[in-house]
Structures are given as structure tokens and as C-alpha cells.
């Protein structure tokens, strides 16, 4: 009895095993492994965080897209508009819809009242996490049920980029947003290649093909994104082949070593993040700019890349990331020199050097930076007192402008308007109403970021936009350290269908023309 | 028993409010907001405000403790503030994966634990007890993590017997369910062999310095005999109080075993409720966990009146 009874276990185990095998190659799936402990909301309007952006992108259309793998929004190209026009002042924009894309479950035809919707949202502070992009927005109407026209109250740095694939700019349903309400963010209904079929809290989000796609049914049947916290365990299930593709960490040393892995693939790509150091430039001793200077001047960025490896980093020299429309690098630098920080400092009336602090979190990218400033910083006689705190009791502190010296990074939507509006305009310094994340008071260049944003004559625009980082720079309101690029291993048999150079959504993307082989 | 059982039960009330008002003072004053947490580093200070709104977190902490109260009164432990979803169907789907997680690794640890505690006890220091005892240092000594990292190279990388992550499977598929609990109930049953082998080891070798044992030695019983019926029984008890001490550890140990196997469980989501700031979310899982400590003190208790008698009696 007893050895019939193991048979019977061992024969469930086995079948089991089979079964599961069995499911795997019947299906075309991709597993993919985050590190993040789960999904937080999965509405496109609410939520900003990288885990759920990465599937933003899957799952949802903007008016236009970025082409697949490419950041560059000189790239930009047709998507859920067929084609579209603008008035010669840049006031008025006319979008002309594809006819018959579906949205996903059986939600219906996607028509202009669905844009209207989405976008009249995506302006809503309560109903969307990135509202202010949207002030501009004048009217959004439905001239008929293929045609929207949206009027701007004065025209903006790139319209098509906040009707994009990307944040606000995704359309998803009136009808399945109206109906589930505040379950909308656990059961997101897009236009797709890939539709959202199911999450298991802190396990996986499962996203399976749309048939009805409107590009053409995709070649992979679903798409499993698992939450997998530990960076080794997420390693270890990709060589048992448990995962096809994960997330790596963003070091040279980690690239150089997983890439002796067989049949894995490495890719690194954009958009980076651009770690800056950002001076509180209300608080003493900061507000003097001499003391600014004399720490541009003992940074060493050159062994701050090193920290990371070159091959997952950037140098960064303007306060703009790199390749963002209207970036420059002609600005003033600050290339380091000892003696020269020395002899600001006494200028400053610190001969024998100063007492900072900071707040920094425990999250590995911006704490060791920071812990190497804070050597290259002792070098000339200035003492950073670190206090090491949780990442979310960071971002809760520095926007209480506790922390007179910020160390942050960030990617934003490539057009130097955003980076310089949210870190620069005095419109979002820290502590009031309209904050984003100017942590340095800046507002040197006020007048040329909103005339920049006005301007409709692209040169003159670019120039507006150059002359702002310039002034960024000779305030020295922050600096710019390196930038720190995506990196996700692949199984050599994932292919995305484009080469992946860049890609909003922070993460691969995986579009209809993406393949597995067997 | 009952009246026993219902009087622990009551007790546990007090302990209950005591680890709620703790936890609601502590995670507020804690630096953090669940609105940026949730919204993203991303979000403007408008879209911020009115998620602090909707949550109600711009209300007073007196009107949040109180509603609190009142919630939990209902029985309602309300819903995350990330997902919207009822804080219950979160427990309800993850509290399995950790019981069963905690039940096998307690008993791994006592198949294992206690044998090894008798033998080394029984041939004190010989090899057999030096073995035993360096082995017991050696799982008690380990972080869970690590044991971990070393159990899925040896046994899903080279091996190929288990899987690395474990993924959620129904309740009803048992053969799967089992096959991804295995790894993870080894690597923390380890630790539990370690504590159960050396409590067993010392209780074993004070009794059997006990007058009854030598006198039935004398009468020449079967030391088998003599370990079984005489000594064990009487062994038990700070074997038990070990147990229940550590099923307590255990479950807080889960949350590192859960997150190297990728193992859905509560030890995980209190995690990411943390990490979020998800207040209602962590509120809901610590009293699943405090109740659960409660319980098992009370399990611990009722086991020492089974064990022995006098227990009872008094």
C-alpha cells in the first residue's frame, strides 16, 4: 500500500512536470523577470514607475509612436492616428484615426471620443500623475468619430510628444475605464499588440496576444512578466531557462562577466538616466557660488563612470541628457581641479574647508555615487555628512527640501523642455503647489524655457533652449555627473523585431513583429 | 480545554490592540509618502496631493487611527492603497504559500532535528555528537538567503531537480505545488534542524542523568525502550517551547526565503507593502502575523498540557 501510494506521488509530480513542459511548447510565451516586488497601478495616467511603464507600452497606443527601439522624437511615426496637421502658429492639431482598431476583451472600436477621453484625463490632477504636461491644453474635441482636433491655449515643445506612446499620451478605453472605475488600474483595457490578461500580486502580470491587432497578430502568444527582487535569483532562473529575459544591473563588471553566459544576450540601451547633483542654492554655505564651483571642480567624473563601467554609462556634460531634442554640450564646464576648488574656498571664506550634509538613499545608484563625492569632496577639505535612508523616506524627504545637496536621477521624455521645466523652472522648485523636482531653487532661466516653449520657429526654439543651459550652467544650479543606461539580458533566441537602441517604456519592448524560436 | 482555549483567546485581544496602535504610530512617522510611492518619483506635487486626498491621508492621525479602529472592528481590513484590491483576497491568496512553507519546514525540522538531538545525546561526545553538533552550528549559523543561493545551484542549476523560482500553483495541483515547496522547505527546514537537534540534545542529556532512567537502565529495559517511553516524553517539553518559539522566527524568516525563490507568501508582500507605503495593506498583513504568533503561543501551551499531565492539573 505504502509503495503504491509513493508511486502515486511520484507519478502526480512527473505528470505535472509534463504537463507543464507540454503547455510551454504549445505556447509561443516570453518570460521576462523584473526586479521590482511587483506592479503598482496599470493605468497609463496614474502611474510613473518604471515597473509599470515597462508594460504601458505593450499594452497601449498614443496617437503617434515612437518607432520601435528608437527614442529620438525626430523618429516619431503614425500609430493610432493614420495622419494629422497643425495650424501655422502650432495652436490647432488635427488627428485623423485609423478606422477599425479594436480595444482589447471586446471593448469596441477606438474612436475619437476615446482620445478625447483619455487625453481630457491625462489633464486631470486627480485622475492623472502628470497633469501639469498638459496645461497647455485648451480643447479636445471629437470633430467626428475619426477625427480629433485639440487646441492649445499656446503651443508647446512637442505636441505629437504628449500624445505619444508615453504617459498621458496612451488611449485606453472610455467605456471599460467608466465601467470598472478604480479597478481600471488592475484590468487596463488598450488597443495593443499585447492585452492584459492577468496579475497574480507580487508573482507575474500575464499580457496575451491581441488577434485583432491592428498591425497584425503578433507572433508571440503571451508575454509573463515576473517580479523577481533578488538580482540572483533572476541570474540563476535565466541559466535553469526558467526566464527568456531580465533585467541586469547597470555595471560594466556584471555586463563583462553575464555575458560569458551561454546563449545570452546583452543589451544595453536608452534613455539614460542623467545623475545630477543638485545644490539647494537657498541655504548657506551653498547659496554662495564660489562654494558651488569649488565642488564642481573636486568631482571627478571620470572615476565616477569608472564606479559603474564605461560601457553602461555616459559622460554628461550639459545640466540636458544626451540626444534629447535641443540638448547641447556648449555650456560652461568645470573640469576637475584641486587647487582651483581649494582656492575658491578660501575665496569663499572657507580656507580651511567646510560641513555639508545630504540625504541619500540606500538604493545602490545613488548611494555609491555619492559615497565616492564624498571622498573626492574630503580631498579638498569639505566633510559630506551622509544620512542613509530608506529610497521611498528619500524621495518623501528631498521633496520636503530637507536635503541641501540632492543626488538624483532621472529619464524624461526626450525633449529638453521636460528636464529643463521639471528641474530648472522655478514653477516646480521643491515645497510648493506646482513642485516637480527642482531640488536647487533654480530659476535663472525662466525666461528662456517659457519662451522656448512658445516658440514655433524650430531653430530659434533650439537656440532659447541652448541659452537656458548655458545660464544653468554659469549659476552652476547643479552638475550633471554621467548617465546611466538600461541594461536587460536576453536569451539569444528573443528577438524584438527592431534593434533596441532606446525605448520609453524603460524596459524591452515587444511589439507584433517580435519573435521566439523554439 | 474550551475554557482554556476562549481564555487565551480573550488575552490575546489586549496584545492584538497593543501591536495595532505600534504599528499605525510607526509606519506614519516613518519618512514616506504612499502617494509618491504609489504615483511614482515622476508625479507632479498636484497629482501627490490629491492622491493624499482620496486615500485620506490629509486627515488627522486621531480621525485615521480611529477609523482604523473601527474598520478592524468590522471585521474589514480594508483594501491596499496601491492596487484598490480588498486586503483579505491578498491574505486569503498568499497565507497558504506561507503556512505551507512554515508546516513543512517545522516538520523537516523535527524528522530530522530530533533524531539527531536524541543520537548525539546518547553517544555524547563521541564523533557521532561532535558531528551532530557542528552540523546543528553549521544550519544555525547560515543565512537563510545563503543556503538558498547554495540549495538552488546544487539542486535546480546542476542537478536540474528543482525549479529556481518558485511561481504560485493552485491548491489543487498537489504534485506541482509540492515540487516548488520542496527547495524552499529544505533551506529553511535546515535552520529548524539546527535549533530543534541542539534544544533536543541538551533536554535529552538532562534526563537521562534523571534517577527513573538509571533505575530502568538497572532493570535491564531496552535503551530503545528506555529513550521512547521514558525520556522523550519528558524531553519534549523544552522541545516544544523551542518550536513554538521559533515557528514565530520561521514565518519571519520566510520573508528572505519568499524573495530568493521568488515564492509568493506574506513574509513578501509585507515587503512591498513597505516599500510602498501601502499603510492599510502592511496594517492587514501585521495582524494576520500577530495573530498567528498569538496563536501559536496558545498551540505551544495547549501541547504542554498533552505532553504532561500536571500541566493540565494545574
Known sequence: MRANRASIAIATIVAGILLLTAAHAQDRVVRLADGSQGAGQLDPHLSTKSQDVILFGMIFNGLVRFKPGSINPADIEPDLAASWESSPDGRVWTFHLRRGTQFHHGHGEMTADDVVYSLKRAADPKRSAVSSDYREFKTVEALDPYTVRITLEKPVPSLLGLVANYQGGYVISRKAAEKLGENFKLSPVGTGPFAFAEYKTDQYVRLVANKDYFRGRPAIDAIVMGYIPSGASRELAFKKGEIDAFLGRREGRWVSRITLTPRLEVDVFGPGELRTLHFNMTVKPLDDIRVRQAIAHAINRDELRALFGKDVTSTAISPVPNDYLGQTNDVPTYPRDLAKAKELLAQAGYPNGLKLSAIISNNEALLRPMQVIQEQLRRVGITLDLDVVEHAAFHAQIRKDLSPLVLYGAARFPVADAYLTQFYHSASIVGTPTAVTNFSHCKVADAEIDAARSETDPVRQQQLWAAAQRKIMEELCAIPLFEQLQVWGRRDTVHYGFLLKGAMSLGPLFTEASTIAE | ?314
Open chain 2, 1 to 314: 480545554m474550551v475554557a482554556f482555549i476562549a481564555k487565551r483567546l480573550l488575552s490575546a485581544i489586549p496584545t492584538l490592540l497593543a501591536v495595532l496602535t505600534v504599528l499605525f504610530v510607526i509606519i506614519r512617522i516613518v519618512p514616506g509618502d504612499p502617494a509618491i510611492a504609489i504615483l511614482g518619483d515622476n508625479a507632479t506635487a498636484e497629482a501627490v496631493a490629491a492622491l493624499r486626498e482620496r486615500l485620506g491621508l490629509d486627515h488627522p492621525l486621531y480621525a485615521q487611527y480611529r477609523d482604523f479602529l473601527l474598520m478592524i472592528a468590522q471585521g474589514d481590513l480594508g483594501s491596499s492603497m496601491a492596487t484598490g484590491q480588498p486586503v483579505w483576497d491578498e491574505v486569503r491568496s498568499t497565507l497558504p504559500y506561507t503556512l505551507e512553507l512554515t508546516i513543512a519546514s517545522i516538520l523537516i525540522g523535527i524528522a530530522f532535528g530530533l533524531p539527531i538531538g536524541a543520537l548525539a545525546a546518547t553517544n555524547r561526545n563521541t564523533i557521532i555528537d561532535y558531528a551532530a553538533r557542528i552540523g546543528s552550528l553549521l544550519g544555525l549559523s547560515f543565512p537563510a538567503f545563503y543556503t538558498a543561493i547554495l540549495l538552488i545551484l546544487a539542486f535546480s542549476i546542476e542537478l536540474g531537480w528543482f525549479p529556481v523560482i518558485s511561481q504560485g500553483v493552485p491548491l489543487t495541483d498537489v504534485g506541482n505545488r509540492l515540487y516548488n515547496l520542496a527547495l524552499p522547505a529544505i533551506s529553511q527546514g535546515l535552520i529548524m534542524v539546527g535549533y530543534v537537534a541542539r534544544a533536543s540534545r541538551s533536554s535529552i542529556l538532562e534526563v537521562l542523568g534523571e534517577d527513573y532512567v538509571r533505575t530502568a537502565r538497572a532493570k535491564g529495559l531496552d535503551p530503545r525502550v528506555i529513550i521512547l517511553r521514558h525520556v522523550m516524553r519528558n524531553a519534549l517539553i523544552p522541545i516544544v517551547t523551542v518550536v513554538g518559539l521559533y515557528l514565530g522566527l520561521l514565518i519571519g524568516n520566510s520573508v528572505l526565503t519568499e524573495i530568493v525563490f521568488n515564492r509568493p507568501g506574506i513574509g513578501k508582500l509585507i515587503v512591498e507593502a513597505l516599500s510602498q507605503r501601502d499603510y492599510t495593506l502592511l496594517q492587514g498583513l501585521m495582524i494576520v502575523f500577530a495573530f498567528f504568533i498569538v496563536l501559536v503561543n496558545m498551540l505551544t501551551d495547549i501541547a504542554y498540557g498533552l505532553i504532561d499531565p500536571r500541566v493540565r492539573r494545574q
